[in-house]
């Protein structure tokens, strides 16, 4: 089966964006090229995702030049980057039919924000049928405020709900090096 390298919202939006001062893996563009390294040795599509939201006038808004890859990071010909304004890199794009052309079968995910658009993208994938391995600690977030205002969520409690959340029923739960070995 093959498998794709889907790399989701590693960009400059997110170092630009305040709450960048408290992100769980700000090394996620270093760590995310040593899996973009590897697939391309072993023949793996890589395919970049990155979130705009035109009009927005933030961080998001590609109007202001932060809707682009974080340094480091470099699509090679034929790497589609396809631009999202939905939380799943599916939705608003065309991923499916990229990944449909390439006879993929299995995603690899990594990229921020693990809870948000990684996940959403990782249970998708699955409902539509692919398996689906997300590399966690090639994946950043931030604290969350929960819902009652009573306290917050520290990163780390974040991506290990997301992992219990996804592992086991919608995706494999891996690590870089675990990627790298096989």
């Known amino acids: 089966m093959t498998t794709a390298l889907l790399v989701i919202d ?53 109007a202001n030049g ?3 890859l974080q340094e480091g990071l470099e699509p090679q010909p034929g790497e589609p980057v396809l ?17 449909t052309l390439r006879g993929i079968g299995r995603l690899r995910l990594a990229g921020i924000r693990t809870e948000q658009c990684v996940e959403t993208t990782a249970r998708l994938a699955s409902d539509l049928g692919y398996e689906v391995e997300v590399v966690l600690d090639a994946t950043a977030t931030h604290p969350l405020s929960l819902h009652d205002g009573s306290g917050e969520l520290s990163a780390a409690e974040v991506i290990a709900r997301t992992a219990a959340a996804l592992s086991g029923r919608f ?10 070995a096989s």
């Open 10 to 62: 590693v960009q400059e939006s997110f170092r630009r964006h305040p709450l960048w001062a408290s992100v769980s893996n700000p090394q996620i563009a270093a760590d995310v090229a040593r899996l973009v390294e590897h697939a391309r040795a072993v023949g793996d599509p890589v395919l970049w995702v990155l979130h705009a939201e035109p009009g927005s006038g933030g961080v998001f808004d590609p």
């Open 66 to 68: 932060h809707v682009r």
């Open 83 to 99: 631009v999202k304004r939905a939380h799943n890199a599916f939705t608003t794009t065309n991923l499916q039919q990229e990944l």
């Open 171 to 180: 995706a494999t739960i891996t690590t870089i090096d675990e990627v790298l």
